[in-house]
């Protein structure tokens, strides 16, 4: 059984920054894609960075610049570094596991709330 946990979310300022954690157990970790999605208030589920197993990133034109998708794979865990922070960045910050071969199946773990406000 695959599960996926977010963590690192809070209450940050304009301008500050965070890094949100998602760590996955039950599949090899080495093979899996990671994404991080968010959602802000009465909004849809939004693309915001994604990582491949072999490292290759890809970033939603509005955080570009500003955050960093990153992996550990010696800790089976995915970052999103997030810097210069503005109010709206905040969302529940999701994170999409894709298993890659041979399945490719996802997971989603229960999000995380990132609020930024003065």
């Known amino acids: 059984q695959v599960r996926v946990v977010e963590s690192g979310g809070g209450l940050v300022q304009p301008g500050g920054s965070l890094r949100l954690s998602c760590t996955a157990s039950?599949?090899?970790?080495?093979?899996?894609?990671v994404a991080w999605y968010r959602q802000p208030p009465g909004e849809e589920r939004l693309f915001v960075a994604a990582?491949?197993?072999?490292?290759?990133?890809n970033y939603a034109d509005a955080v570009k610049g500003r955050f960093t998708i990153s992996r550990d794979n010696t800790m089976n865990t995915a970052y999103l570094q997030m810097n210069t922070l503005k109010p709206e960045d905040t969302a529940v910050y999701y994170c999409?596991?894709?298993?890659?071969?041979?399945?490719?199946?996802?997971?989603w773990g229960q999000g995380t709330q990132v609020t930024v406000s003065s």
């Open positions: 999409q596991y894709n298993t890659g071969v041979p399945d490719f199946r996802d997971y």
């Open positions: 990582i491949t197993g072999q490292g290759n990133t």
């Open positions: 039950g599949s090899d970790f080495n093979r899996a894609g």
